[in-house]
């Protein structure tokens, strides 16, 4: 499966409903015909149409009260966001960092990143993920995620034998970065990629160019998401008829980053992990330049919490009621959901809730919180029997999103819905007490890249990458002589360890140690 696009099973196509219409009325029989055998199961389409354009709201569980802050362990900075009520010591996150560390050496973690979006928002024909954000490395989102899982495994490389697990299931090899062992055994954790068809080859690409930025033939796995016909938009001509993206084919969409548990599925990822053994996935989006793909304190809090785990997601204070971020909630049995932010009305978005003075809120003071507090920043962990058991049955129980988009067809740009799973719908089968929800520092954890101009711009997300390398710089003792910070290179520090060197130093950033290669660790 390394470096390959994995096999997945055609499922049997099945006659449309009555009250969908395939095709135009006025196509030949022998075009209908080849139409109709492209594979598409039209009642599970018909049943997502019909779902996403119920009350979702409703269907998902309302009414809803917010994740309370109490319920949030704290992994971010003192002195960042708000933070949860009790922060732990600093044993504690050394310890949970430590259990994380054996986990990815002892072979039971892999990565996800979310790759199936292109750049055309930043004027890029290619994928996100090959973006360079304007970095001094010249680096790649890509290449910037892979550094960092390099590291890790480099730094978890002979820890996994503390807890009685061995570093390296039977039939996994730790690679090394280079020839001749000039670099340290790398612990067996792989990363897989998730593409849409848009973005596939051209990110197999950009990795085969880098060699795997330093991973390994193994070390780096491609799975492509599923897709679902768009129909017309209701109002339009075409309302409710599958569109055609050319005569004789049929117009698609990505399933949406939920189609992540059956894709894992379809392509073989799955059985590879269970073969591997792999206890714990976790899952960050490509075009967060901040994301810490396998963050060992993290992982090492779900692990460790009781009951065993088996949904953990990383969540930010939100920054203002206008802030245009999902929000940790709870339904009306109790399980977690994300609220899109397009379902909090007006006064739920700015209700505000007293924070007690010595209660660990901001800057330790009396004041007022958000009441829907804490945000959704799609970086998640998971149980590998959660993933299991959710790709076994989630695609058939989810409620789709409606999205109304143009889209290319054979017509010319068409309004069309677009249907998409979302990857927190799948949070509320998670048994009662699996869930992990922890805190942490935006500053450190969250730099999206989503435009060239506004908000989320590449600039945005270089500036919070040098600023996090020049925190961890004076955090060390060094001083750092470039306004804007510096780039700390995953090569050097992870997380801001192994810093010692520059206590007492000037940091510059041309051509200091501190830049790193991609593949110099």
Known sequence: MSGQRAETRTPTPRAPPTHLLLIPQNLSLSLSFSLSKQSVDFSHLARALAGASADAHTARGAPFTPWATEDVIRLDSAGGDPPAAAPPGAAQRAAWRAAGLRAVGGGRVAVVVLAGGQGTRLGSAAPKGCYDIGLPSGVSLYGLLAARVLKLRRLAAGKGGDDGHQAGAPGRSEEGGTEGGRHPPLAPLTLYVMTSRATHAATVAHFAAAANFGLGPRGVAFVCQGELPVTGAPGTAAAGRVLLATPSTLARAPDGNGGLYGALARSGALGRMQGDGVAVVDVVCVDNALAAPGDPTFLGACLSSTPAFAVGCRALRRGSPAEKVGVFARDAGGALRVLEYSELSADDAAATVERAAGSGGEGDRAGRDLRYGWANICMHAFSLPFLLSTAASFEGRALYHAATKPVPTVEGPTPATKLELFI??????????????????????????????????????????????????????????????????????????????????????????????????
């Open 424 to 521: 927190f719908d799948a949070f509320d089968a998670a048994p009662p007490g699996s869930v992990v929800v922890a805190g942490v520092d935006r500053a450190a954890a969250f730099a999206p890249v989503k435009a060239a101009t506004g908000t989320d711009t590449p600039a945005d997300a270089r500036a919070a990458v040098l600023a996090r390398g020049a925190a961890w710089v004076r955090a060390a003792g060094g001083r750092v002589a470039t306004p804007p910070g510096v780039e700390v290179g995953p090569a050097v520090s992870l997380d801001g360890e192994g810093l010692e060197e520059v206590a007492g130093r000037e940091v510059v950033e041309e051509g200091d140690a501190l830049l790193g290669g991609v593949n110099d660790a």
